[in-house]
């Protein structure tokens, strides 16, 4: 039924030995996400897949790109998500990866690595310590990651000292803003 799954060339034929009742064990599903060529049939068996562990395998050796990235929702472990951010072969695909962390001392090492300035400013934006949103706040390179960090410090101190001390008007205006409130 996997050769048929994977080989044959009329579809009907391979969605028929996909669904078919002597396919039972994950495994099988796994191999044949993986090894397909036909989206279709790599989807259908994704339906089967349940183990965490085993989309981490797909999404490693998927051949088709679409199925990798479809694995994600399915994906909550904290290294995987960290090497999808690093890798950044796809951006928003990163970015959904990174939407997932939460984990705040991860994301300020995102933020760090200074991959992306999309992944970046998302990873600041998703950094609720205001410690954290102080330091990036005084001294990010990113006038972005300087506005998302300003936006969400709530000390008026540091506040007025961003006010009157950034390099970038607008930042300056932001914390300004947050001070009326």
């Not at 259908?44 to 897949?49: C, G, Q």
């Not at 007025?160 to 390099?167: A, G, L, R």
């Amino acid at each position: 039924m996997i050769k048929i799954a994977l080989n044959d060339e009329d579809q009907f034929v391979r969605n028929h030995a996909i669904s078919n009742p002597a396919l039972k064990d994950e495994k099988d599903f796994v191999y044949i996400a993986i090894n397909s060529t036909h989206e279709d049939v790599a989807q259908e068996a994704l339906t089967h897949v349940v183990g965490e562990k085993n989309f981490i395998e797909i999404l490693k050796n998927a051949k088709i790109d679409s199925i990798r990235k479809s694995t994600l929702d399915n994906i909550d472990d904290l290294e995987t998500l960290i090497r999808i951010v690093l890798a950044n072969e796809d951006e928003e695909f990163s970015l959904k990866a990174l939407n997932k962390i939460k984990v705040e001392k991860c994301l300020f090492k995102i933020y760090e690595q200074n991959i992306s300035e999309n992944i970046s400013v998302r990873a600041v934006s998703l950094i609720r310590d205001q410690k954290m949103l102080t330091d990036i706040a005084r001294n990010a390179d990113l006038w972005r990651a300087r506005e998302v960090a300003t936006k969400k410090i709530v000390s008026r101190t540091v506040l007025k000292e961003i006010s009157i001390n950034d390099d970038n008007e607008y930042v300056r205006d932001v914390a300004k803003k947050r001070m009326n409130l």
